[in-house]
């Protein structure tokens, strides 16, 4: 696991921050105000004309500057697509700035009101630029950005949380065993022979803005993978409400871009993989800080019984045939 300060942000002082910004030509006039990030630092601020932008330092040594520019590239594309997403600023002819170990990036301040997950009209609308945003994304592939796979999301987060000092050492063989079991069975229904395209890839509702219509937030996670991992998180839900939600989305989403049904049979899988991704990510992150604060839970006995509790309740999810659209008659 990386300790190195830089890592932890420990080296990312206000006069740091100050400096980096009058280094693209940029003055703040009016503090900085820290935004709500775990994995990156984000400070929103307004300048010496008054104009309000937020600023983003990635987390060292998790992208290298290929994978950021690709991040940065495909925001363009989207952009230039009259696609609403927030996309950096290009600030003395670059996106994607570097200082003291850092890269940061500079986004315009935008607003908006939180997206209603139960509002099916937004629904729809999202649906319909999610089918632009993969139209776009199927124009090809990144190459240094990864592709959602097994390796990354179940492999490599069982090996970082069997080293983790967080799981009690009573309850450690019994988690890992769990673990285990809910790999195994996650593995054995991942189709890999799905079209590959790039994603946003971790849109839920918290990364929607609302205003006349969806804006799009923090391709931070865009890489390449099925399309439906752009889709699965929007439903909730009984099994009944999200066959109505899924039909919604598909049928807007199919104004734009053709959906391929047979990767519905990864949601349960990608659940899976999100919730063994989900932990280890806060367990490599646990010398930053800012994680122990945020979740002091996770050193809980009963936080590590109840994730057992729930990969035997996914492991069920498994078993079931995969979700389905409505039935037309």
Not at 170 to 177: K, M
Not at 178 to 184: R, S, V
Request: include cysteine.
């Amino acid at each position: 696991m990386t300790t190195t300060p830089a890592f932890n942000f420990h080296a990312l002082t206000p006069d740091l921050i100050l400096d980096a910004l009058q280094q693209t030509g940029i003055y703040v006039d009016s503090g900085l105000t820290e935004l709500n990030s775990y994995e990156n630092r984000v400070f929103q601020f307004m300048d010496e004309s008054r104009k309000r932008y937020v600023v983003k330092f990635y987390r060292p040594e998790r992208w290298n500057e290929a994978q950021l520019r690709e991040e940065h590239e495909f925001a363009a594309e989207l952009n230039e697509g009259e696609i609403p997403l927030i996309a950096p600023l290009a600030v003395a002819g670059e996106t994607l700035h570097h200082y003291q170990g850092y890269f940061f990036t500079l986004f315009p301040s935008a607003g908006g009101r939180a997206y209603e997950v139960d509002n099916l009209d937004q629904l729809e609308m999202v649906g319909r630029y999610l089918g632009r945003i993969h139209q776009v994304g199927g124009e090809r592939l990144f190459t240094a950005r990864p592709t959602i796979g097994l390796e990354e999301y179940l492999t490599q987060p069982r090996q970082v949380l069997e080293s983790s000092e967080l799981i009690p050492d009573g309850q450690r063989r019994a988690f890992l065993a769990a673990t285990d079991d809910l790999i195994q069975a996650t593995a054995q229904r991942w189709q890999p022979e799905w079209q590959s395209r790039r994603l946003h890839g971790d849109c839920h509702p918290g990364n929607i803005l609302w205003r006349d219509g969806p804006c799009f937030v923090d391709l931070d996670d865009a890489r390449n993978g099925p399309a439906v991992q752009d889709l699965w998180m929007l439903l909730h839900g009984d099994k009944a409400e999200q066959r109505i939600q899924l039909d919604i989305l598909l049928e807007a989403y199919g104004e734009f871009t053709d959906f391929d049904q047979r990767e519905l049979a990864l949601i349960e899988p990608l659940r899976a993989m999100r919730m063994v991704h989900y932990l280890a990510w806060v367990a490599r992150r646990w010398q930053d800080p800012a994680f122990p604060r945020s979740f002091p839970w996770m050193t809980e006995s009963h936080f590590w019984e109840r994730q057992m509790l729930t990969f035997r309740e996914q492991i069920i999810q498994l078993q079931e045939p995969p979700l389905q659209l409505m039935p037309m008659y």
